[in-house]
């Protein structure tokens, strides 16, 4: 009796998901990838050239932002929903229960390679060398006085942090907080140039919600303008003032050398070669997540996913690599490839 309830209740279940999916927009014969601006231009890259050289059709893809792009993934299970979110930083715990909320049990995660996170500017403009801990004096809404007592920032300019900057309004153009770049910024370089400071430092083990506040903290006095989840436009931006720095992956930088000039950091230029080797500091690994019960529902999901994790593509001589991304050590790119080729969820 018990060994039949279950089988009735497994069949039950099955057709609840797999009808689901049939009914809910079958007709869908591509991939939908939303996701970050950062890894779009890679996706759109392998997209283009997978549809080009297979029988499928080009995949989709669209420019949410990490933070969009999970909620749109986690949505659900079904045609209506996307089959992939690119993401610059790794899914959270949260969006993990939220996908499993609506029964999403299987998520396939792809590293794909690095990225450095710049400050750029103007070829026009000066060139600017910035420790972390003048980035975070610049960008932050709260910071130490000279007695360690946290006040409001009060530098308008930048040659109030260090008199070799230049005597210049602090105008830096960023992403919004749903962006995977600006978390990662937040964390590589606002967080980074914090811990300088002994007294903040000093919370991380006592108080952790006051030194994440302080260190995370971005100022909303106009220093600091969100610009979108669309790093073409900061490009355009930047090209039209020269006073003003953005920040955006080092791929942005790489396809606009014609117009724009990276920052160095800690005196390292953002270079293919120093993101590469580490020296950087402000580097970060790459992502995107696909749902498994899409896989051969889906046309050509797996296909993809081999071309994306083709040597071709992602290896160090490959076409990604042209456009700006570090690819990962060959050991590294072998294990995330085995993983993906078996379809190993996380």
């Not at 006085?145 to 153009?173: R, T, V």
């Not at 970060?284 to 899409?294: D, E, G, Q, S």
């Not at 991304?325 to 050991?331: Q, S, T, V």
């Amino acid at each position: 009796m018990l060994r039949k309830s279950l089988l009735y209740m497994s069949l039950f279940l099955y057709c609840l998901f797999y009808g689901g999916f049939a009914n809910s927009q079958a007709s869908r014969d591509y991939i939908s990838i939303v996701g970050s601006s950062t890894v779009y231009p890679f996706t759109t890259v392998a997209a283009e050239r997978y549809g080009r050289s297979t029988n499928f059709k080009t995949p989709k893809v669209e420019s949410t932002g990490s933070g969009g792009g999970l909620k749109l993934f986690c949505g659900g299970i079904g045609a209506q929903h996307p089959d992939i979110t690119n993401s610059s930083r790794a899914i959270k715990d949260s969006e993990i229960r939220l996908c499993a909320e609506n029964g999403i049990s299987e998520i396939i995660e792809v590293k794909i390679g690095y990225d450095g996170i710049v400050l750029s500017n103007s070829l026009e403009a000066k060139s600017f060398n910035l420790t972390l801990k003048e980035i975070f004096l610049a960008l932050a809404k709260n910071i130490p006085d000279a007695s360690g007592k946290i006040i409001s920032n009060p530098y308008q300019k930048w040659n109030e942090i260090n008199p070799k900057l230049p005597d210049q309004a602090i105008e830096i153009m960023g992403p919004p907080p749903t962006s995977g770049t600006r978390d990662a910024f937040v964390e590589l370089a606002m967080e980074g140039g914090c811990k300088a400071f002994s007294s903040i430092r000093d919370l991380k083990n006592s108080n952790g919600d006051r030194y994440k506040s302080i260190c995370h903290g971005i100022r909303e006095d106009g220093a600091f303008i969100e610009a979108g989840e669309n790093d073409n436009l900061i490009i355009q931006k930047l090209e039209t003032n020269p006073n003003a720095l953005g920040i955006f992956g080092y791929s942005f930088l790489d396809q606009n050398n014609d117009k724009v000039k990276g920052t160095l950091v800690d005196s390292v230029e953002p270079t293919f070669e120093n993101i590469a080797e580490g020296s950087y500091p402000i580097s970060r690994p790459l992502y995107f997540y696909v749902k498994k019960a899409h896989v051969g529902v889906i046309p050509g999901l797996k296909e993809f996913l081999r071309e994306f994790t083709s040597e071709r593509a992602w290896g160090e001589d490959g076409y990604l690599s042209d456009r700006g991304l570090i690819p990962m050590p060959d050991e590294e790119r072998f294990m995330v490839g085995e993983a993906v080729n078996s379809l190993t969820a996380m």
